[in-house]
């Protein structure tokens, strides 16, 4: 599995500490406990974290929100990026501990 | 100061670089100062809000309450809080946990007067709270040349007591001038002494900074060895959008900008609001013509932010005049309004330190007219605080003046004039 295909497949979720602000272009993202900002620059982008919550997995989310899927690889870098400062987190799942036990 | 009747739509290019999009502006700043006062226990001779004097209509506590409270709304999450000094206003620890404690972080400047070691173990115990000292000399000769006499004593004791309290990770701010820049190294290790981390700005001809600007900016080649610093250290030390002036530089080396804000942010990302409540489009721009609107006056900062005239005119396309054809436009984009501006330039053509030199001859060649001083709050009379600099030129201002009129009698010019010996 690439690291796309595994990113789609997981649950995330906007990081407790993170506040979005709407912006004319998207969103700009604020993380109170490392104080980083970071601009989301699609509005497609901002619908996608803010919907993260609520499917099961990114596969979900971005097939929820309407991202044509060759733009897949490119939203889930995005989230990559924002994952990389905390902006969002893996969220744990039932089916996703009960796959971490099984392997422990 | 007109405030516009609806605000104005602009359309917006699809997935465009941060850049236009910030230079078509906000819905809050994410620059935001704020200064607490104009009063001063200093008078450094560059101080960019002409302060000292506290402004009786400065706002109350109530009123700056207020004013947080719609920065929460805003969601603007941080706040450069400065002044004047704004420890010396009696409710500002009040201020700085009402903020807090209302998502509002805040990073305030201080010369350190009120930094004592009680002090210093409360700012410990906060989160969400920075704390940035003044320093423009790493040795106090060249620190209170221009900030006063103690000055640099004031703000190493306020650094000991922060690191001694357990404070992590302190700024120390320090105004590149043409006496400091060769110090570089000495601000560091300082910074590396007392756990700090060291930031650069741009000395702007701005409030008072205007009548020393002549003598204390870096000149040009003090500008490239800024510049090579900052490529060699850069990576610890902060600069906000203070040199990308200097970008031309990397771009002239085939590298690229410096990392950071490479653009003017004035009443775009950037804003000021003073201590009476005035909306200026930049913290070195106080002046009639860069401000916006009043937030007790004109409905409040939102409204300011998003409709004032001004604000949206700084959101419209600029003309870059000269610039436009220069290959760094890119990374430089014609320099600092605000410093253009107070050396009497045109804002559409190149920055007073153009690093090809065009700000330079601009400035020889003589046409430039020098806008009257913006808002002046200096004490009416020196203290004991004035720094070296100042009394020196004060000094040569009486001389000039006793010059020029004809001495009242023979005793004024010469106590000895008359006698016979
Ligand atoms: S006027 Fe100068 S200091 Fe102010 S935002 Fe523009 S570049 Fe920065
Ligand atoms: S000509 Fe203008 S754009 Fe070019 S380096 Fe000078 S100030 Fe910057």
């Known amino acids: ?104 | 100061m007109t405030i516009l009747e609806t605000r104005p739509v602009v359309a917006r290019p699809e997935g465009g670089s941060l850049i236009e999009q910030f230079e078509l502006g906000l819905d809050a700043p994410i620059c935001l100062t704020w200064e607490l006062t104009y009063a001063c226990n200093l008078e450094c001779a560059h101080c960019l809000s002409s302060s000292g004097r506290r402004d009786p209509r400065e706002l109350s506590t109530e009123q700056c309450k207020a004013v947080i409270d719609e920065l929460q709304r805003m969601q603007v999450f941080y706040v450069n809080i400065g002044g004047g000094e704004p420890t010396i206003r009696p409710d500002f620890w009040e201020l700085l946990d009402y903020a807090v404690s209302h998502d509002v972080g805040v990073k305030f400047s201080t010369n350190g007067v009120r930094l004592n070691p009680e002090r210093a173990r409360f700012l410990a115990s906060t989160d969400y709270v920075d704390v940035q000292i003044s320093l423009d000399g790493a040795t106090p000769e060249v620190n209170d040349y221009v900030r006063g006499p103690g000055s640099f004593d004031t703000a190493i004791t306020a650094l000991a007591n922060l690191q001694d309290a357990g404070f992590k990770d302190a700024k120390i701010s320090v105004v590149c001038t043409r006496q400091n820049i060769g110090q570089l190294d000495e601000f560091k290790a300082i910074a590396d002494q007392y756990g700090a981390t060291l930031r650069l700005t741009r000395l702007r001809p701005s409030g008072r900074g205007a009548d020393v600007w002549d003598e204390l900016h870096p000149l040009p080649e003090q500008q490239r060895e800024l510049y090579d610093w900052l490529v060699a250290n850069g990576e610890n030390v902060l600069t906000g959008d203070s040199f990308f002036h200097l970008s031309a530089f990397g771009v002239a080396d085939g590298g690229s900008a410096l990392p950071g804000l490479n653009l003017c942010g004035a009443g775009r990302v950037v804003c000021l609001i003073d201590p009476i409540g005035d909306v200026y489009a930049c913290p070195f721009a106080i002046h009639d013509n860069f401000l916006a609107g009043n937030v007790l006056a004109d409905g409040g900062f939102e409204t300011v932010w998003q409709r004032s005239e001004l604000f949206t005119e700084l959101r419209s396309p600029q003309t870059s005049g000269a610039c436009t054809s220069c290959a760094f436009f890119d990374a430089c984009r014609g320099g600092c309004m605000a410093a253009k501006f107070f050396t009497g330039l045109p804002l559409d053509g190149p920055d007073p330190e153009c690093v090809r030199g065009f700000g330079e001859d601009a400035l020889a060649s003589g046409d430039r007219v020098l806008p009257p001083q913006g808002k002046d709050h200096s004490k009416a009379n020196p203290t004991r605080n004035q720094p070296v600099m100042l009394t020196l030129s004060r000094r040569d201002d009486a001389l000039a003046v006793q010059a020029t009129k004809p001495p009242v009698s023979a005793c004024a010019e010469n106590p000895l004039a008359g006698f016979t010996l």
Not at chain 1, 8 to 24: G, K, N
Not at chain 1, 50 to 66: I, M, N
């Open chain 1, 1 to 104: 599995m690439t690291t796309t295909d595994q990113m789609l497949a997981e649950a995330w979720d906007l990081s407790p500490a993170v506040a979005l602000r709407p912006e004319p272009f998207g969103a700009m993202a604020y993380h109170f406990g490392n104080r980083k900002l970071t601009f989301l620059k699609r509005m497609q982008l901002v619908d996608v974290v803010r919907g993260l919550a609520a499917h099961p997995d990114v596969r979900s989310t971005l097939q929820s929100v309407g991202v044509a899927e060759a733009q897949w690889p490119g939203y889930v870098a995005a989230l990559q990026g924002l994952a990389a400062t905390d902006m969002i987190r893996p969220r744990a799942t039932d089916q996703a501990r009960s796959v971490q036990e099984g392997a422990a």
